[in-house]
């Protein structure tokens, strides 16, 4: 079946732009997950979805970062007024049942560059 | 605060033998513990994972060693294949934590 998809593949952007990212995850799966991997870093965790709620926004860096998935499947990502330090790969990742011994399943990612 | 740490950014191995990837985390809540590799331009896919109540699991090629006392963890591949460079992530997390914790990554490069 399908993997997780992510939209665009690729996106550069101007310093103080809004970016929206997509994600799609397995059909099926009920808990969603948002990472992101900056230069020489870890995978850094943003948001978790469980259906369509988000019982844990802990990882978000800052108020212009805002997350939403809708029908329990497709997520997006707004980074609103982007700044340099926001250029990442974004990542999103979706398990069967969110349990912390459930498999995470990636995307490609996205990457995003400001400039 | 690094709670999960990979302090060998690089690491080559001769193909045929042994690789060791090595990871040491400081969060004692932590008791679950997975390793991911991660090719160029793509996600990061399971690879294999421990729980705390064992000291060691084993799937074909890999196998991953659990030292709780001295709160680290590694990876053994054996033998190499050039098919296993890529970059190694270990990863951690605790019941009822349902996000990981990622190391900043080990790149493994086998030399044919």
């Known amino acids: 079946g399908a993997g997780v998809s992510q939209s665009p593949s690729n996106k550069v952007t101007e310093k103080g732009k809004d970016v929206e990212l997509r994600c799609d995850p397995i059909?099926?799966?009920?808990?969603l997950y948002w990472y992101r991997q900056s230069l020489g870093q870890g995978l850094e965790f943003l948001i978790y979805?469980?259906?369509?709620?988000?019982?844990?926004k802990s990882g978000l860096p800052s108020d212009r970062f805002s997350a939403e998935r809708t029908g329990g499947s497709v997520s997006t990502l707004t980074i609103q007024r982007t700044q340099q330090e926001d250029s990442a790969v974004y990542l999103c990742a979706s398990s069967l049942t969110g349990v912390g011994t459930d498999t995470q399943y990636f995307g490609p990612g996205t990457r995003l560059t400001v400039l | 605060d690094q709670q999960v740490k990979q302090n060998s950014p690089s690491l080559s191995v001769q193909e045929g033998r042994i690789s060791i990837l090595n990871c040491d985390y400081t969060?004692?809540?932590?008791?679950?513990f997975l390793w991911y590799k991660k090719y160029p331009a793509e996600g990061p896919t399971f690879l294999i994972s421990i729980s705390s109540i064992k000291d060691k699991n084993e799937d074909g090629r890999f196998t991953v060693f659990l030292n709780k006392s001295a709160k680290h963890l590694s990876l053994h591949i054996v033998p190499s294949q050039p098919g296993d460079s890529a970059v190694y992530f270990c990863?951690?997390?605790?019941?009822?934590?349902?996000?990981?914790?990622f190391g900043t990554g080990t790149r493994l490069t086998i030399i044919p």
């Open positions: 969060n004692s809540m932590f008791d679950y």
């Open positions: 979805f469980q259906g369509n709620s988000a019982p844990d």
């Open positions: 059909s099926g799966h009920t808990a």
């Open positions: 990863a951690a997390t605790f019941l009822g934590n349902e996000k990981l914790t």
